[in-house]
């Protein structure tokens, strides 16, 4: 293919990628965006991009992406537009990547396995979530790092050494790309046996994936002594292996993609939990069987789980709380699956060449729409719940934050079935408890309300928030002390908790204490420069201070 054609082709994917995805340039902010940038104080903070990468402050270590996102705030604020143009400009990059990758490997059908991963809906998680930046960057390093160890020879050691960087810059955009050492083995032995040097050159990446993972764990449970779940290792494997049918079915017919999908209760007693291990095991070993006349299935299906290895469930991700599987865990597995569909769609091609046109121009198609459609589904975060919740209405983390949702706006009458529904679905959800509270409170409700807050508290003794809004309903009850005291546990747990920062200072105040006031009115500042009213407050008790007056 001469130079015209090649970017042509190029064009052409990035062209309708960006059609498919033009939905997402119209979203808002969802789910976690506010933790991971809106109301993330590292994020606005002058000194935030020394804090992310030396510091032990940010929940995960991923430095390369909150870099990003930390520059960006300087150039969009608190406005989304800008974030999901990156995040579709990200994906866009990495499909050409993915195709020149292809190409360079000689693969049949590489355009068509490109496009597919492209339009691929499970996709759209990864592109449209903006706090899945980390997602987007961390492919993008890691198919940087395979194109450069494919141009390295012995005789030209730099293409290693900025493979061997690019994976490291990776694995600071997100650690779920640690198994890429087995990946650049794979694409050896694709072209020749592995021999003892092999493992030379291969052993620093596999040293930076492990030193990595290891990071990456410590930063996931430093701190908190938040149980995700309990299992053994037994129910773990179990698990694996559903996940891996599980991906497969979501890549081979994308129906039914939803953002929080219904939590697996894997039992080892139960026989049915076996069965997905075995047939994966069963699988692999007629692949490795036949492995002469499917190579390009062993690969790919090696591929696929050895991608899978670090969203398998063998070490606890928070969202695993709530859904043991999700659409964006598989945006790096997905590429094994698209790529041997194209590499068959080449071979179909050459003895039924209408029929296979025919058949990749209608999955593409369908492709297409349906990523046009969830694109608009993750539009705005109601959206969001709503079709969850229409699929999956055991999802007691939708009912509780569609709960929330409504009660922020106003809209009482219907936030509270939530609440009580997502208490129903999980007696021990400490949030839904505060969320249930803050709209019996804003109603005037107050007893109940605090019983709320207390509720949350038997559950989780240190939970902030909850300390907080307990404290603000004790003082509108006319009981200080208690509301004093449960606004000083709050901050002593969470000093970052700007509205209890405020609140404990105006009471402080209000009480004649300004010298004490003065410092927790300053943190709420700090924390949160746009809390409403707590400049004003500040410089009030500030004023009074100085006049030496209550």
């Not at 592109?127 to 997602?135: D, E």
């Not at 309990?230 to 494997?237: M, N, S, V």
């Not at 934050?401 to 007696?427: C, I, T, W």
Request: with cysteine; net charge positive; glycine share 6%.
């Amino acid at each position: 293919m001469d130079t015209r054609r090649r970017w042509l082709a190029a064009g052409a994917l990035a062209g309708i990628t960006l059609l498919a995805y033009l939905p997402a340039l119209r979203g808002g902010f969802i789910w976690d965006d506010d933790n991971f940038l809106t109301l993330n104080p590292l994020i606005r903070a002058g000194d935030g991009l020394r804090r992310f990468w030396f510091t032990t402050q940010a929940s995960d270590y991923w430095p390369v992406t909150s870099s990003t996102l930390w520059l960006e705030w300087r150039l969009w604020g608190p406005h989304p537009l800008g974030y999901h143009a990156v995040n579709v400009a990200l994906h866009l990059a990495e499909v050409v990547l993915l195709w020149a990758i292809l190409r360079r490997l000689r693969v049949p059908g590489a355009w068509l396995g490109a496009l597919l991963f492209a339009l691929h809906p499970v996709n759209v998680e990864s592109v449209a979530w903006i706090a899945q930046r980390k997602n987007l960057m961390a492919m993008l390093f890691y198919l940087a790092s395979i194109a450069l160890f494919l141009r390295w020879d012995k005789g030209r050691p730099l293409p290693y050494l900025l493979s061997l960087l690019a994976f490291v810059l990776a694995l600071l955009s997100k650690g779920s790309v640690a198994p890429l050492p087995l990946v650049l083995l794979g694409l050896v032995a694709w072209r020749r046996r592995l021999a003892p040097r092999d493992l030379l050159w291969s052993a620093p990446f596999f040293a930076a994936a492990a030193g990595f993972a290891a990071l990456n764990v410590w930063f996931q449970t430093h701190g908190s002594g938040l149980v995700i779940r309990q299992a053994g290792l037994l129910e773990r494997l179990l698990g694996a292996g559903a996940a891996v049918w599980f991906y497969l079915g979501k890549a081979l017919w994308p129906a039914r993609l939803i953002f929080v999908y219904p939590q697996w209760d894997i039992r080892a007693s139960d026989p049915r939990w076996w069965v997905p291990l075995l047939a994966a095991l069963a699988a692999t070993a007629a692949l490795l069987r036949w492995r002469a006349r499917a190579r390009p299935a062993l690969f790919a299906w090696l591929y696929f789980c050895a991608l899978l290895v670090p969203v398998m469930g063998f070490a606890d991700i928070a969202f695993m709380e709530y859904s043991l599987v999700a659409n964006h865990y598989e945006h790096l597995a997905l590429i094994g699956v698209t790529t041997l569909a194209g590499a068959g769609w080449a071979r179909w091609r050459q003895r039924q060449a209408a029929a296979a046109l025919a058949a990749a121009i209608a999955a593409c198609a369908l492709c297409f729409a349906l990523t046009w459609r969830l694109n608009r589904t993750y539009g705005n975060v109601e959206t969001l719940y709503r079709e969850t919740l229409r699929i999956n209405p055991g999802s007691w983390v939708a009912q509780g934050n569609l709960g929330a949702l409504l009660a922020g706006r106003g809209d009482l009458q219907e936030a509270v079935p939530h609440f009580q529904q997502a208490l129903r679905l999980h007696p021990n959800y400490p949030q839904a408890h505060v969320s249930l509270g803050s709209a019996l409170a804003t109603a005037g409700r107050l007893p109940e309300a605090i019983a709320q807050f207390q509720a949350a508290l038997a559950l989780r003794p240190d939970f902030a928030e909850a300390h907080a809004n307990l404290g603000l309903a004790e003082e509108k009850e006319g009981r200080n002390a208690e509301a004093e005291s449960e606004l000083e546990r709050a901050v002593a747990i969470n000093p970052r908790l700007a509205p209890a920062q405020e609140n404990l200072g105006v009471l402080l105040a209000l009480s004649g204490r300004l010298a004490e006031a003065v410092p927790h009115l300053q943190a709420a500042l700090d924390a949160d420069p746009d809390l409403p009213g707590a400049r004003a407050n500040l410089e009030r008790a500030r004023r009074l201070r100085e006049a030496g007056r209550p």
